[in-house]
């Protein structure tokens, strides 16, 4: 259990940072639904879907490929400067293309000209065209800020990470807050914050890693990283695909969908606000993944050499699901409870009241996120045996289930079928990354029992919507859901204490 221990306590400190910092971030989400409309907080949504897309192209694998070369210490700076250089010299390229496809990049995002959600919330940036130059600013400071972050935690600056991070969301959020409710900015707060923030963070970063950059430029390493990290770029565009195209599919609805789902008093403007904010409600079960992944990705590379490293990955496995389930029964169960929290000093709720009609999708995300979980799990093999190309075409696969599944679910079932596509994809993902992992890299895990926690975990859910306060008192919903809970905890506090207790004897794999 040593081991498990060390990434268990890098997972905390990340954990920490991560939940006070998305704690404070999250505050915004209440902040937004009660100063933006539906349909102008779709508008951030779309924007921020573009960044996570454009993101993988501003950076083509090199945080990967510094996490696997940077390891041998003697290199390291050399691997640092190399990759730096090349990440200045492609975003920047990017940054020259994007500007000359302005036009066509700028509509896709809601941020044409004339669009007239964008005048009436943008008050004090004229053009629209302003909102997309700043989007993209914050994707090149973003590239260069990247490397340095994987250097902290490839050397196990833990806590130096965690400040930075927290640095960068408190100004994100109070600059957001200024500038809105005193300077009365419009949605071009939100994405001024994030570039002063971003640009604040990138200037400590350099403070930290500053000897770094004393290594040598070095063609033949560049080729090296970029042969394992350019397989990032299909795979890392087919991720984003995932995770943002739900959004620009509920934008795109036809309007007897909407009117026929919701009601002639929506457009697809507007759900696609209320998909974004709901959406927001899954940040539990990501952010947990996210922590996990954060300290997961080096704390594999470093085991890979020893004897027992695939029999540490699997106890990291079922520890992960245990975790998860705790968190996807807790916010599965309480979701209309979560929702309704009040806000200090805002005189609002968590999400608005205008934003709850899309809460039945928050189970499906938040599985969803789960099974993401999983596929980072399952990718030990493809890092340590270098064949990133497998990675490439899992995420690849996942993206053609996406976009099949937007076009013929969304249409018929709006927000829901976007939820179920994303769920489909992610499990598709990680069964296919576990098959073909299996073969070149055999891990034994104990797939039964994790997937009997799942299984578990859905029907609690699940059983818990048969106590929705819309059908019964408040208080009565409450009590059942606290009394289904408290048990959920006891079985599954009951199969940690089975795997914290349990020693059986565990055969070698061989390759």
């Not at 969803?368 to 696969?397: D, P, R, S």
Request: with cysteine; charged share 15%; glycine share 6%.
């Amino acid at each position: 259990m040593g081991k498990i221990r060390e990434l268990f306590s890098d997972t905390l400190v990340y954990g920490i940072s991560s939940v006070v910092a998305r704690f404070i971030n999250y505050l915004l989400v209440p902040f937004y639904t009660k100063y933006f409309d539906p349909a102008a907080y779709g508008v951030i949504g779309l924007i921020y879907g573009a960044i996570i897309f454009l993101n993988v192209l501003f950076t083509f694998g090199m945080e990967s490929s510094y996490l696997r070369y940077g390891v041998d210490r003697e290199k390291a700076r050399n691997v640092f400067r190399t990759i730096q250089v090349a990440l200045l010299c492609g975003a920047s390229l990017l940054i020259a293309l994007s500007w000359l496809m302005k036009p066509l990049l700028a509509s896709l995002v809601g941020l044409e000209p004339d669009s007239d959600i964008v005048q009436a919330q943008s008050s004090f940036f004229s053009s629209p065209f302003s909102l997309f130059y700043m989007m993209l600013g914050i994707l090149w400071i973003d590239a260069l800020s990247l490397v340095p972050f994987a250097e902290l935690r490839l050397i196990r600056k833990t806590w130096t990470y965690a400040f930075i991070r927290l640095f960068n969301v408190v100004i994100n959020v109070s600059l957001n807050l200024y500038l809105v409710i005193i300077a009365g900015w419009g949605i071009e707060a939100v994405l001024f914050s994030n570039l002063v923030a971003s640009l604040a963070a990138a200037a400590l970063l350099f403070g930290f890693t500053a000897h770094m950059y004393r290594g040598r430029w070095d063609p033949k390493l560049l080729r090296r990283v970029l042969w394992f990290g350019l397989p990032y770029i299909p795979a890392g565009l087919a991720h984003a695909v995932n995770e943002v195209l739900g959004r620009f599919a509920v934008n795109n609805m036809p309007h007897d969908t909407v009117s026929r789902l919701y009601g002639d008093h929506y457009t697809a403007d507007d759900m696609t606000g209320i998909f974004n904010a709901c959406y927001k409600m899954s940040v539990f079960m990501l952010l947990a993944v996210q922590m996990f992944r954060m300290a997961w990705l080096p704390f594999f590379m470093r085991q890979s050499g020893s004897e027992d490293a695939r029999k540490t990955y699997a106890e990291v496995f079922t520890w992960f699901n245990i975790a998860a389930a705790v968190v996807f029964i807790t916010v599965g169960i309480f979701v209309e409870q979560i929702v309704r929290i009040r806000i200090p000093f805002l005189d609002g709720t968590l999400i608005d009241a205008r934003y709850w009609s899309g809460l039945s999708i928050v189970p499906w995300l938040l599985m969803a996120y789960w099974f993401q979980g999983w596929f980072l799990n399952f990718i030990a093999g493809v890092f340590i045996k270098e064949k990133m190309w497998y990675l490439a075409g899992v995420t690849l696969a996942g993206a053609l289930i996406t976009i099949t599944g937007n076009l013929l679910l969304v249409p018929v079932y709006g927000m829901q079928g976007a939820a179920w596509v994303t769920l489909t994809c992610f499990f598709s993902m990680a069964m296919l990354m576990y098959m073909l992992t299996q073969k070149f890299y055999r891990v034994p895990y104990n797939m039964l029992k994790n997937f009997g926690v799942l299984v578990f975990s859905g029907l609690a859910v699940a059983f818990s919507n048969g106590f929705s306060s819309t059908e019964t008192p408040f208080f009565e919903s409450l009590l059942a859901k606290m009394l289904l809970f408290v048990l959920c905890l006891l079985i599954i506090s009951v199969v940690a204490y089975y795997e914290l207790n349990r020693r059986p004897p565990v055969k070698k794999s061989v390759n």
